[in-house]
C-alpha cells in the first residue's frame, strides 16, 4: 500500500508546481489555455486548474470573460516591489546606466551572477532608430556573453562552468577550455569583456565589473549594440571608455 505524503510534502510539491505554471504564463507571449499551461509546466491538467483557480482568487492571474485563457496581472509585480525597494545594487547603479545610456545611444544593462548565469536585473533602451534590447528577469549562459565572461574572468567559482560542453550559439561562439582561458586573461588585463555576435548573429555587447568595497565583482555594466549601427571593428574602440567608466561610477 502506498504511503500517503505528509502535508508538508504535498505543500512542498504543489509550491514547486505553482510556480512552473506562473513561468509558463509570465514567458508566453500570449494568454494560454489550462490545457496549454499543464503540458508546458508538466503538472497534470487537474492541478493546474486547481493552481489557476487559487492564483485567479488571488489576483495574480486573470482569466479572460470572453475565453478560458489565463494571464498574468500585475499583482506579482507588487507583491516585490517591497522588497525591491530595499535593494541598493539598482539604485546606486542607474545613475551610470543612464549616462552610459545617453552618451552611446545604445541599449546599457545591469546584471549579476545568478546560479551560473548572468541575470539581467535592469535595462534601459537605446534611443537610436534600431536597438537591440533584453528582458529584465532573463539569464544568459557565461561564456557566450559579455557580463557572463566578466563573471568568469573574476570569479574562480566558475571555474567548473569551462570544464563541461559549452553550448555554441554562433560560429563564433567560443566553446574551447583553453581559448575560452585565454579570452578571460585578456578580459582581466584590459578591465572588460567583449561579445563579438558569439551570443547571436548581428548583435555586439561589451561589459565592465562593478566591484564591492571588498573588490569582489558583484554585478556588470554594458551595452547591447546591433552590427547596423556600428561596425564590429569599431564598436570596442568607440565604447570601451565610456563602459569602464560607467562601471567605475557605478563601483563607487
Not at 39 to 45: I, L, Q, T
Not at 91 to 99: E, V
Not at 102 to 128: D, F, N, W
Not at 134 to 148: K, V
Amino acid at each position: 500500500m502506498a504511503t500517503k505524503k505528509s502535508g508538508q510534502e504535498y505543500n512542498v510539491t504543489a509550491l514547486r508546481k505553482s510556480i512552473a505554471v506562473l513561468g509558463v504564463i509570465k514567458d508566453s507571449s500570449e494568454p494560454l489555455g489550462v490545457s496549454e499551461i499543464a503540458r508546458r509546466a508538466d503538472v497534470s491538467k487537474n492541478m493546474c486548474l486547481r493552481i489557476l483557480e487559487t492564483l485567479t482568487d488571488l489576483g495574480w492571474v486573470d482569466q479572460h470573460a470572453a475565453s478560458p485563457v489565463y494571464e498574468l496581472t500585475l499583482a506579482p509585480f507588487q507583491f516585490f516591489a517591497n522588497s525591491r525597494n530595499r535593494t541598493t545594487l539598482l539604485d546606486l547603479a542607474l545613475p551610470a546606466l543612464k549616462a552610459l545610456n545617453r552618451k552611446t545611444g545604445e541599449s546599457t544593462y545591469l546584471c549579476v551572477p545568478y546560479q551560473s548565469k548572468a541575470l539581467m536585473i535592469h535595462v534601459i533602451k537605446g534611443v537610436k532608430p534600431i536597438s537591440v534590447t533584453g528582458e529584465i528577469g532573463a539569464s544568459y549562459d557565461l561564456h557566450a556573453t559579455a557580463p557572463g565572461k566578466v563573471f568568469l574572468a573574476w570569479d574562480e567559482a566558475t571555474e567548473p562552468s569551462l570544464k563541461r560542453k559549452l553550448k555554441v550559439y554562433t560560429d563564433k561562439t567560443i566553446t574551447g577550455g583553453k581559448a575560452l582561458r585565454a579570452e578571460l586573461d585578456t578580459i582581466r588585463a584590459r578591465g572588460y569583456a567583449l561579445n563579438q555576435e558569439e551570443y547571436g548573429p548581428g548583435l555586439l555587447g561589451m561589459a565592465a565589473p562593478v566591484f564591492n568595497e571588498d573588490r569582489e565583482v558583484i554585478a556588470a555594466v554594458g551595452i547591447f549594440a546591433p552590427t547596423t549601427n556600428i561596425a564590429p571593428e569599431d564598436f570596442e574602440p568607440s565604447y570601451a571608455k565610456a563602459v569602464c567608466e560607467a562601471a567605475r561610477a557605478a563601483s563607487s
